[in-house]
Nanobody
Framework: VQLVESGGGLVQPGGSLRLSCAAS????????MSWYRQAPGKEREFVAL????????TYSDSVVGRCTMSRDIAKNTVYLQLNSMKPEDTAVYYC??????????????WGQGTQVTVSS
């Protein structure tokens, strides 16, 4: 199983960024896909998730209203669109796949992370 994040980089405050996470080696629809982030010296924190069947989304308070998570099932890829970015959004962003349907329950995978830096 591989989760490969991309799209990170340097963005100015107020700018936007779209992160991608391409999954391979798993049946995409069986997993809850999430984004987490970890800033220097801080613990990894939840950002957003999309549920496998209905595709409903949940966001952390820190990004709600500025963030949209979406998926392309045919491409086995999830996206995280971040808008009105702030310096406190600076972190390494990680993709996570957590087995949700019975056949894959308990499986948990992480990507390698992609760096996002918000600075002028």
């Amino acid at each position: 199983v591989q989760l490969v994040e991309s799209g990170g980089g340097l963005v100015q405050p107020g700018g936007s960024l779209r992160l991608s996470c391409a999954a391979s080696g798993l049946t995409f629809i069986g997993y809850t896909m999430s984004w987490y982030r970890q800033a220097p010296g801080k613990e990894r924190e939840f950002v957003a998730l999309i549920e496998p069947l209905i595709g409903s989304t949940t966001y952390s308070d820190s990004v709600v209203g500025r963030c949209t998570m979406s998926r392309d099932i045919a491409k086995n890829t999830v996206y995280l669109q971040l808008n009105s970015m702030k310096p406190e959004d600076t972190a390494v962003y990680y993709c996570n796949a957590k087995g949700t349907l019975p056949t894959v329950l308990g499986r948990n995978y992480w990507g390698q992370g992609t760096q996002v830096t918000v600075s002028s």
